[in-house]
Every structure is written in C-alpha cells, then in structure tokens.
C-alpha cells in the first residue's frame, strides 16, 4: 500500500474560523510533510516531521499549527487564515528525511478561504 | 541557490504523437531526480526516480534521461494519449547541507493532448 490520504478533500472557511487538516499514511514511513500548491505553481514546503519531532518550519506564519500525534498521522490546524491562503495543501510522507527516499503524495485538500 | 528549470512552460500535442520535456538543474551536492505527473487538483505522482549512476529509467510509455555532467534531464513520452493530459514536474534532492530533507521543484510543463 503506497497511499497517502488526506481529509477532507474541499474544505471553505471563514476567516474567523478554526479548522484542521488531517493526513494519514500506513507504509511505516517516518518522514511527513506539509506542502501548500498555489494553481500554475510548484508545491512550496511548509513543515516537515522526522520521527514525529518538527524537523523544518519554512517560517510559515503562526496561523498555521502542524501537529504529528504519532508515526501515521499529521494535522494542519489552522486559525484564522487570510484569503490568501486559498490553496491546495498537500501532505506527503517518505521512509525516512534523508533525500534518497522517495516521496510520496496524498490528493491534497482544496481549501478556500472567505 | 538550488535551481530546477523547465522547459517548454506549456505544450499541445495531438493524442499518439510522442513529446520531449526538458530538465536543467543546479541543486548540489546532487541525490536524485525525479519526475512527477500532476494532475488538476489532484497530488503529484511519481513517474521516475534516478540517481547519479542512472541514465536511462523507463516506466511503461515514460522514458527519463539523466545527463550528470550537463546537469540536465528528459522526460519522453511515447504514443500519447488524452490521459498523459497534466503538469510535469522535475524534482531535485540534494545530499544533504542546507537542503536536507527538501526537494527543489521546478515549475512544471503543462502537457495537453488533443485527439
């Protein structure tokens, strides 16, 4: 199983509001990562967990909040984000940090901001 | 500064004509390059992954190139169909240093075929 999943798949939010992505993955890897694609663009990282410990922040702003509860899982939360952060947002795991591995990528979840 | 360039941006082919997309990097110290399709909305899918010792890697109707030297890669695509419609992206990995753990992305070429 090479599958990286991610809910939900749309997601439309208020500026005010709280909200949270969640990514999952089951092939044991133990490197994961937060990616943001703007359309026509290549996917910019955000963070990446190794070992479930935060590895890189790529100095994204406060408003959003990784969080890697254990070896599968890894959340965006996200609070009270700008329209700007309109985007799609893709996670993506490979076996370990090391640029060897490959990566691979969930569907993404499209999220508008209102 | 680690770079992945691409060429053409965007390209329009009739269904079962083959096509060339073109890779130049600058990432050092080199790991790996790798090719991705991308769908609409969807997330990238990897096509290819070679290393430094690799030349030629094909997977089904998709043939990657790697030239160390000139630091430049291809992507081959043969007897295109309505499907192989997408962004095509390159990926670098370098060693390690700074960008351990990144990938360096270039900008795509967006493939459209027609029947």
């Known amino acids: 199983d090479t599958e990286v999943t991610q809910t939900p798949k749309h997601l439309v939010m208020g500026m005010t509001n709280k909200k949270s992505l969640k990514c999952e993955q089951h092939?044991?890897?133990?490197?994961m990562y937060w990616y943001k694609q703007k359309a026509k663009k290549p996917p910019e990282l955000m963070f990446v967990y190794s070992y479930e410990k935060l590895s890189i922040n790529e100095s994204v702003p406060s408003r959003f909040s990784p969080e890697c509860p254990n070896s599968s899982l890894l959340n965006l939360h996200l609070h009270a984000l700008q329209p700007e952060d309109s985007a799609l947002y893709l996670c993506?795991?490979?076996?370990?940090?090391?640029?060897?591995?490959?990566?691979?990528f969930g569907p993404g979840t499209r999220l508008t901001v209102t | 500064k680690n770079q992945v360039e691409q060429s053409p941006q965007s390209l329009i082919i009739l269904e079962g004509k083959n096509c060339t997309l073109q890779?130049?990097?600058?990432?050092?110290?080199?790991?790996?390059l790798r090719w991705y399709k991308q769908d609409t909305g969807r997330g990238p899918v990897s096509l290819t992954i070679?290393?430094?010792?690799?030349n030629t890697k094909s997977n089904g109707r998709y043939t990657a190139t790697l030239d160390a030297d000139t630091k430049q890669s291809s992507l081959h695509i043969t007897a295109s169909q309505l499907s192989d419609s997408a962004s095509y992206i390159c990926v670098v990995s370098a060693l390690g240093g700074t960008s351990y753990g990144k990938l360096t992305f270039g900008q795509g070429t967006i493939l459209t075929v027609h029947p």
């Open positions: 890779c130049n990097y600058t990432v050092s110290p080199f790991s790996n």
């Open positions: 092939m044991g890897h133990r490197a």
């Open positions: 993506a795991s490979s076996q370990t940090l090391a640029g060897d591995y490959e990566q691979y």
């Open positions: 070679m290393t430094f010792s690799e």
